[in-house]
Nanobody, 121 residues
Framework: QVQLVESGGGLVQPGGSLRLSCAAS????????AGWYRQAPGKERELVAN???????NYVDSVKDRFTISRDNAKNTVYLQMNVLKPEDAAVYYC???????????????WGQGTQVTVSP
């Protein structure tokens, strides 16, 4: 079955940058609306940014003007460019996407395994 494979997390100093990637494995019919969530220890999972199939974007206020979500539909991939990272950005980041396996299938929501982002001096 289809999987969302995330990469790009790691350790970065405050003010640094990281780019996260999330790609759907295998052949699918449509990589639809997608988003990035994050969850820090002791906190609830929150929506960071989302993007529609057509490229319309939305961001949580705390990352607006620092993060950029984008997608490459030909590669079934969604990205999150994170600039000017702050300690409060540290969390496990999860990719989320609506995927249709076949043209006749309903769109199903899938989640990635999560990738750790650590922001520390």
């Amino acid at each position: 079955q289809v999987q969302l494979v995330e990469s790009g997390g790691g350790l970065v100093q405050p003010g640094g940058s990281l780019r996260l990637s999330c790609a759907a494995s295998g052949t699918i019919f449509r990589f639809g609306d997608a988003g990035w969530y994050r969850q820090a220890p002791g906190k609830e999972r929150e929506l960071v940014a989302n993007i529609t199939y057509g490229g319309r974007t939305n961001y949580v206020d705390s990352v607006k003007d620092r993060f950029t979500i984008s997608r490459d539909n030909a590669k079934n991939t969604v990205y999150l460019q994170m600039n000017v990272l702050k300690p409060e950005d540290a969390a496990v980041y999860y990719c989320n996407a609506g995927i249709k396996l076949k043209f006749y299938s309903r769109l199903e929501i899938h989640w990635g395994q999560g990738t750790q982002v650590t922001v520390s001096p």
